[in-house]
């Protein structure tokens, strides 16, 4: 018997890629069922070959439901992932409302799968902001062999990691400069066409912003806790998949060439680094793949046992949708859930 999984916010960026890593991964469901909110009823989205039309979120019974995959932003998440918990369905939510609850376990699965067993206590499993996801992937391994003590982050984030709007505005905007029309900037603070924003997510007493704080609050919860993490998160004019510039000072001594072949083997990231032009991922090849690529890998000599990388991934994905899925993964392979009794 196949599982049944609901995918909240089905309409918007991540749902819809929701919907396409469910069926390309061969997800063993039985029955897919989109929602949102009442605006949305009714519009189609696509599941593999078939259409599906979206429900309504408000009165779904979520009883036979055995996973819900959330992407609805953290008010819908505050107000429905306990319930929907309570009604039995594991959700896995991708919003930031329940991650740094200490009963809830924020996982990437490469990084720490054996956390998930922790989401008993409210049936909620949260999934990390993107910019963290891909970053952990990469450090994990790192870790494990010389003790990470600090790390310097710069990224470089797409604009649909701020939703389809922001997609929306990029693209007007850009078609603006080449038409002389009036340039409108809603969704971001300034321009973002032919532009970059040091600014994401709302300014925090410290001087940095949330998104800088996720980053390291949440490498913290997935890695550990003595890692020091300080962020400088830019908005980038590209489509889709989030960049990084990454300096880390480590415990012990790690060559380049050593944190070249661990990476190579490590689960999740795909190095390509040739060290000439062209010899380096950027967010052009990794939209749509599911690896975090890293690149650029040397040694920073302006620290004790230092190293630095660039690292990219798509944001939609490994950042959101595909890290979600990995998860329900998760939670089959482990037998931590099993497909309930369906009402014929
Ligand atoms: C961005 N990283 O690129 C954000 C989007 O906490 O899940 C995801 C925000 C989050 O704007």
Not at 31 to 39: D, G, H, I, Q
């Amino acid at each position: 018997m196949g599982y049944k999984v609901a995918v909240v916010g089905a309409t918007g960026n991540v749902g819809r890629e929701m919907l396409n890593i469910l069926d390309e991964r061969k997800f063993p469901a039985d029955e897919v069922v989109p929602l949102a909110s009442r605006r949305s009823v009714g519009v189609e989205v696509s599941y593999g070959d078939r259409t599906l039309k979206v429900k309504a979120l408000e009165h779904y019974d979520f009883s036979d439901v055995d996973i819900c995959l959330m992407s609805a932003g953290g008010t819908v998440s505050k107000e429905w992932s306990p319930q929907i918990g309570a009604a039995g369905a594991v959700v896995i939510d991708n919003s930031s409302a329940w991650r740094m609850d200490p009963d809830v376990p924020l996982i990437v699965p490469e990084v720490n799968a054996g956390a998930t067993e922790g989401f008993k206590k409210k049936n909620i499993i949260a999934n990390p902001n993107c910019s963290t996801a891909q970053l952990v992937v990469a450090l994990k391994p790192l870790h494990d062999k010389a003790t990470i003590k600090r790390v310097v982050v710069s990224t470089y984030q797409s604009v649909s990691g701020a939703g389809k709007d922001a997609m929306d505005e990029l693209f007007s905007q850009t078609k603006a400069v080449y038409t002389n029309d009036e340039l409108v900037a809603k969704k971001f603070p300034k321009r973002i066409a032919f532009n970059v924003i040091p600014h994401i997510d709302v300014f925090m007493e410290d001087g940095y912003t949330k998104e800088e704080w996720k980053m390291m609050a949440e490498t913290k919860k997935i890695l550990d806790p003595k890692i020091k993490l300080s962020a400088t998160c830019v908005r980038v004019p590209v489509f889709v998949g989030h960049s990084e510039a990454v300096n880390i000072e480590f415990e012990n001594p790690i060559s380049a060439d050593e944190a070249r072949e661990i990476l190579r083997k490590a689960p999740g990231c795909l190095v390509i680094d040739k060290q000439e032009p062209g010899g380096y991922a950027t967010p052009y090849e990794a939209a749509g793949e599911d690896a975090t690529y890293i690149s650029r890998i040397r040694e920073d000599a302006t620290v004790e046992n230092g190293l630095a990388f660039w690292c990219v991934s798509d944001n939609l994905r490994k950042g959101a949708a595909l890290n979600a899925i990995q998860i329900a993964e998760v939670l089959i392979n482990r037998k931590l859930i099993s497909a309930k009794k369906k009402a014929a």
